[in-house]
């Protein structure tokens, strides 16, 4: 239950259309609901912006059907299972059928389209699945990026190409693994945010992804974000939290325009 929601269902009571019980009963969810396994956490959209996310390694089939929903009981964010297996899906699934599967991630509930710019970067094919994971995380949340695929830096002229995209974009996610190497060129070339994803595709000495991370870390691009190795996830996140800022920011604004009124 997001902020909205909770404006609405304020509103809704004052007006009658919505009985204080049922309100009540609605806000009796706040801040979580305790499954005995799972304490799901329908306060995190109030405080972050952002819902809660069921995540799908170690929990059972019917553990992640149980926690989606329970997350679809109250109205308002996008739901999404995340690295889910083939059962875990399948389960949730059938207990929750207005879902929709993409390759390892559910989502239900997709939010509606918003207007911001992402550019997506993956510098090869091998990447691709890590920014297929931070594609449908953003595309759940209403975002639709576009995708720049096999821009890595062995063939330099390939992102050179998509100069204006990077240039017009709001915020930009570059997914790389060997040497890392396409974040700090993607962060010459655009003022927008970056997020950079090292993958753990590489050879040896790319040790799974640590000498990506490294490197982006060390970036000589100045101001490049770095989350986690095959974060896709974790870099979608990183970019909704820095719209819901700007968002903050100019509602704030907006208001205090208005009291000078």
Not at 23 to 28: E, P
Not at 133 to 146: K, N, R, S, T
Not at 230 to 240: H, M, P, Q, R, S
């Amino acid at each position: 239950m997001d902020e909205a929601i909770v404006r609405q269902l304020m509103a809704n009571v004052r007006d009658g259309t919505v009985t204080a019980d049922d309100a009540v009963r609605q806000l009796r969810r706040l801040p979580f609901a305790d499954l005995g396994f799972a304490r799901v956490d329908h306060h995190r959209s109030l405080r972050q912006g952002l819902a809660e996310v069921v995540y799908g390694p170690g929990k059972t089939p019917d553990q992640c059907a149980a926690i989606v929903g329970e997350l679809l009981e109250q109205p308002g964010s996008p739901v999404l299972l995340t690295r889910a297996s083939d059962d875990q899906a399948a389960t949730s699934l059938s207990l929750n059928p207005e879902g929709k599967r993409y390759d390892a991630t559910v989502v239900w509930r997709p939010a509606p389209p918003r207007p911001e710019r992402v550019v997506l970067a993956a510098a090869g094919t091998a990447d691709l699945p890590v920014a297929d994971e931070c594609g449908v995380v953003l595309a759940a949340h209403g975002l639709a990026p576009h995708r720049l695929n096999d821009v890595g830096v062995a063939g330099l002229h390939r992102i050179l190409g998509d100069v204006e995209a990077l240039a017009s974009a709001d915020a930009v996610v570059v997914v790389a693994g060997m040497e890392g190497a396409l974040a700090s060129v993607v962060g010459g070339l655009t003022a927008a945010p970056v997020v950079a994803v090292p993958t753990s595709a590489g050879y040896g000495s790319s040790l799974e992804g640590l000498t990506a991370l490294l490197a982006m870390l060390s970036s000589c691009a100045a101001g490049v974000t770095v989350v986690g190795v095959d974060n896709g996830f974790g870099a979608a996140c990183a970019v909704l939290r820095l719209f819901k800022s700007r968002e903050r920011a100019a509602s704030e604004a907006e208001m205090s325009g208005a009291s000078d009124v």
